[in-house]
């Protein structure tokens, strides 16, 4: 795809967070140096971006002790470090874009956000691709893997008390939280959800009206909010077919030009403001084909296209295009 002369370049910031302390396979530390490897810098870079890669983020050591303490110990350390790198990037203007590294890094990015947007009184909304809800608490997941509880964290649910402290804490409100492409979720989190009013699009929903029609309400009411949003996309949010890397797989997942529609769509509307990439584990991954799918969603989403919209649509009406 060529990406043309447009005036919408922005400067992105990019944070490696290689963690893999929440989930249940190892691999996921892997992910920011595989995505930079598969051309993520550079793809930005050539849609006329100003593009500052940050490197790694590095947290301050945690105690040990057995399994479970010493997990729960550095998944804090990390969510504490990344919370403050969060902020501050929102602070300094630019569209920070984190790599991860397992889903519970969205613990601390998305605090972040969460508290510069309440400081600049702006609505903060969630996007949040993944084949599951990651609803769940300490006290309702099966597994006690915390990459299954960022959202119920991020909403204040009870059971992480101890990961932030008071001036880092800021929540994001349920009802601006707008799950898509789930396929996969544990009774208790189902439960959780509707009572919350978590808006939950999944494959049942985008099979009968198509990616589109959600997408284009979700980004209506961000706009009418005048809202950020934070878009979170976990690899197994598509179908394992094309992205394979990934310890979750769920089959039936969003194609390769529905999961392009969306970062197209979500680029037209100009709402998006931050970005995760998630659960990306190249052990698993066959040459790289996933790595260089996500590039390719992050390349769309921030506007690599073949032709500008305006021109396609000035030749709609009798002729062909």
Known sequence: MAS????????VEIIGVPIEAGAG?????MGPAALRTAGLVRALRELGHEVRDLGDLAPEPWSEGDAATARLAEITAWSRALADRSYAMMRG????VFLGGDHSLSMGSVTGVAR????????????WLDAHGDFN????SPSGNMHGMPVALLCGEDGFDDVFPPEQRATVNPAHVHLFGIRSLDPGERRLLRARGVDVVDMRLIDEHGVGVHMRRIIERVRQAGGHLHVSLDVDFLDPAIAPAVGTAVLGGATYREAHLIMEMLHDAGVVGSLDVVELNPFLDERGKSALLLVDLVAS????????PAVTQSQIGGQAV
């Open 25 to 29: 396979h190892p691999g996921a530390l």
């Open 4 to 11: 043309g002369d447009r005036d919408d370049q922005r400067f």
């Open 301 to 308: 989403l921030f506007g690599r296209r073949i032709i500008d």
């Open 137 to 140: 608490t300490p006290h309702t």
């Open 116 to 127: 510069h947007c309440r400081e600049a009184g702006t609505p903060l909304f969630v996007l």
């Open 93 to 96: 203007g630019g569209v920070p």
